[in-house]
T-cell receptor, first 115, second 114 residues
Framework: GAGVSQSPRYKVAKRGQDVALRCDPI?????LFWYQQALGQGPEFLTY????????KSGLPSDRFFAERPEGSVSTLKIQRTQQEDSAVYLC?????????????FGSGTRLTVV | KQEVTQIPAALSVPEGENLVLNCSFT??????LQWFRQDPGKGLTSLLL?????REQTSGRLNASLDKSSGRSTLYIAASQPGDSATYLC?????????????FGQGTILTVHP
């Protein structure tokens, strides 16, 4: 597609429920990032994939967070046993190259509300 | 740890004014700096990307400067319009990685009123 697509746009989860957030990057984009944006804050890095390899997961806040990109295209961010502090917008971004010289295209995000 | 600060947190101006948004970062070992725009309920749109070897970039009414040694960047918006109302985010790439992990500021909420 023309841009980075994320689904669902909105998700309401009861505390303790598992959720899965999907990101479809631009076709052919090697690099894929997940960021978490709390209300009124800037995005914070969660994890990075280069093709199917997860090269950096240092930003994942706990072992309840898990991300995968098995075929090097679509990525899924899974949150187990959701808690209220997980409420945020989850943004996905992709880039054509693995080097930093290129900018990123961000998706519109998934707004997760844990009640 | 890299920290990015944006000043002011919010800004309200009448249409037609020229304005400056400020961004500072604590670690000068960056690869590049980007300015993004975020509209309510939307993702981020990249406005300008400045490599660490560059001093400024321009796009239309926007001009961004970078002073890496002092850890500062400014985004200048000329002749502001109501359509410029949005949150503006500054982000620096983390040094020491090849893939561009970004550290963001908290943003400046800009309102341009007619």
């Amino acid at each position: 597609g023309a841009g980075v697509s994320q689904s669902p746009r909105y998700k309401v989860a009861k505390r303790g429920q598992d959720v899965a957030l999907r990101c479809d990057p631009i076709s052919g984009h090697v690099s894929l990032f997940w960021y978490q944006q709390a209300l009124g804050q800037g995005p914070e890095f969660l994890t990075y994939f280069q093709n199917e390899a997860q090269l950096d997961k240092s930003g994942l806040p706990s072992d309840r967070f898990f991300a995968e990109r098995p075929e090097g295209s679509v990525s899924t961010l899974k949150i187990q046993r959701t808690q209220q502090e997980d409420s945020a917008v989850y943004l996905c971004a992709s880039s054509l190259a693995r080097l930093q010289a290129y900018g990123y295209t961000f998706g519109s995000g998934t707004r997760l509300t844990v009640v | 740890k890299q920290e990015v600060t944006q000043i002011p947190a919010a800004l309200s101006v009448p249409e037609g004014e020229n304005l400056v948004l400020n961004c500072s970062f604590t670690d000068s070992a960056i690869y590049n700096l980007q300015w993004f725009r975020q509209d309510p309920g939307k993702g981020l749109t990249s406005l300008l990307l400045i490599q660490s070897s560059q001093r400024e970039q321009t796009s239309g009414r926007l001009n961004a400067s970078l002073d890496k040694s002092s850890g500062r960047s400014t985004l200048y918006i000329a002749a502001s319009q109501p359509g410029d109302s949005a949150t503006y985010l500054c982000a620096v790439s983390v040094g020491g990685t090849s893939y561009g992990k970004l550290t963001f500021g908290q943003g400046t909420i800009l309102t341009v009123h007619p």
